[in-house]
């Protein structure tokens, strides 16, 4: 072998190292998921079957069930703040609603009102828990006051935190969209995220890099968990809201509704039109916080929660 072929290898390797180096560190990396998130302070570590459903939750606490509903594109994560101080009073039950956070993602499961209401149901009973209080968030807690309505006997007490339950509060729904979602999924990343959360939340130390990755945990290069979302606006855009709640009036059924001042996803001017349909409900608004309370003042929620739940009437 001459030495001129012998340099020509010798740098031919080099150069194929150096390339195999550089796709390794660059371009590799760049494709590769994020490390896995360390543990926070809300982890959905139990699971239990519901239909076809893997249904993740969090319970603590002992006392009377009390059980938390998070809204459309949101996880149990979302109630971190307050999980914790309510246990001291209750038996608190955060779950991943069917579609979101950590729960399955069935494109092809129906995600109105009715059909995730049965869910919620069937989630309670296979933990035994044949009453509760409720609390809701946004599309949790047009859930929350369905399922009151549906069962009085079994949900005495409902709280909602600016309920998603005024005809405006989608003009339109978009689960036909739903079949767009494999192609979607590559415009849903962490800047749209923290997009959303600054809709949702008024106070922007809640907006760190952690809370942007939990949100973008359960939607990363998942085409399913868009789909259920698109799917779960025909809940938003029911048509029976807030007509039918009407009867929770006629009903022993006790109602606080929570809500921001600044709720820049459903304005408090939602409640001079929707007054009239819970006429024996408690109101309280909150100056500075937005859409979710629970993160913009913790423990003003907290507060108006327990001061709720444990005067009058108890379970």
């Keep these: 072998m001459t030495n001129d072929l012998r340099v020509w290898l010798l740098t031919g390797s080099l150069l194929l190292i150096?390339?195999?180096?550089?796709?390794?560190?660059?371009?590799?990396?760049?494709?590769?998921?994020?490390p896995k998130l360390p543990p926070g302070e809300l982890e959905t570590t139990n699971q239990t079957k519901v239909n076809d459903f893997e249904i993740h939750f969090v319970q603590a606490g002992q006392g009377p069930h009390l059980v938390l509903l998070h809204g459309i594109g949101a996880s149990v994560y979302c109630w971190r703040h307050i999980f914790a101080p309510l246990t001291d009073h209750f038996t608190v039950t955060a779950l991943d609603l069917p579609g979101f956070g950590r729960s399955s993602k069935l494109s092809h499961a129906d995600y109105g009102l009715d059909a995730q209401a049965r869910r919620v149901l069937d989630f309670l009973?296979?933990?035994?828990?044949?009453?509760?209080?409720?609390?809701?968030?946004?599309?949790?807690?047009?859930?929350?006051?369905?399922?009151?309505k549906m069962h009085p006997d079994k949900f005495k007490k409902v709280a909602?935190?600016?309920?998603?339950i005024h005809h405006r509060v989608v003009p339109m729904t978009f689960s036909r969209l739903s079949v767009l979602a494999p192609v979607a999924k590559h415009s849903v990343?962490?800047?749209m995220i923290k997009k959303f959360m600054q809709r949702v939340v008024a106070n922007p130390t809640n907006i760190s890099d952690e809370a942007v990755l939990r949100n973008f945990e359960p939607y990363q290069n998942n085409p399913d968990a868009i789909a259920t979302f698109l799917k779960a606006t025909d809940l938003l855009g029911d048509h029976r809201l807030p007509e039918e709640l009407v009867t929770l009036n006629r009903e022993n059924v006790?109602?606080?509704?929570?809500?921001?001042?600044k709720d820049?996803?459903?304005p408090?001017?939602?409640?001079?039109d929707l007054k009239p349909y819970f006429s024996q409900a408690q109101y309280r608004v909150h100056p500075t916080g937005g859409h979710h309370l629970m993160e913009d003042n913790p423990e003003w929620v907290v507060e108006s929660l327990i001061q709720f739940f444990n005067s009058k009437q108890n379970l």
């Design 18 to 34: 150096f390339v195999g180096v550089v796709y390794f560190l660059v371009i590799r990396r760049k494709k590769a998921l994020p």
């Design 125 to 148: 009973e296979s933990l035994n828990i044949d009453q509760s209080y409720l609390v809701g968030s946004s599309m949790g807690g047009a859930i929350a006051l369905w399922l009151a």
């Design 160 to 164: 909602t935190i600016s309920p998603a």
């Design 189 to 191: 990343n962490k800047f």
């Design 254 to 261: 006790e109602l606080l509704f929570l809500w921001g001042a």
């Design 264 to 266: 820049r996803m459903t």
């Design 268 to 272: 408090v001017s939602q409640l001079s």
